[in-house]
């Protein structure tokens, strides 16, 4: 069973930050895109934030701005860099990696932002 080591999350209050990292196996060279999604308590799964093998990056329109995606193709790390929160960013993230061959998710991390 393949694990993704999801870390960070928590709580802060309105208008703080919050980073949220997802670590996959070092040996994965065949990585495509790597990202998080967010679900919220009696709402679906959204998307977040992207980035792709070759760097692009994609948003949310509702994080455009505030959070920051980086990844590290060495060590197969992705962050995200949420800033200015809103308690509308309160839910369970998600970190999402694609390969040429399969789908993996992470077992969520919870944001809770107090307004």
């Known amino acids: 069973q393949v694990q993704l080591v999801e870390s960070g999350g928590g709580s802060a209050q309105a208008g703080g930050s919050l980073v949220v990292s997802c670590r996959a196996p070092?040996?994965?060279?065949?990585?495509?895109?790597m990202g998080w999604y967010r679900q919220a308590p009696g709402k679906e799964r959204e998307l977040v934030a992207l980035?792709?093998?070759?760097?692009?990056?994609r948003y949310a329109d509702s994080v455009k701005g505030r959070f920051t995606i980086s990844r590290d193709f060495i060590m197969n790390t992705v962050d995200l860099q949420m800033n200015s929160l809103e308690p509308e960013d309160t839910a369970a993230y998600y970190c999402?990696?694609?390969?040429?061959?399969?789908?993996?998710w992470g077992q969520g991390t919870l944001v809770t932002v107090c307004s």
């Open positions: 070092r040996n994965w060279r065949d990585v495509r895109v």
């Open positions: 980035v792709y093998a070759n760097g692009s990056v």
């Open positions: 999402e990696i694609e390969t040429s061959s399969s789908e993996f």
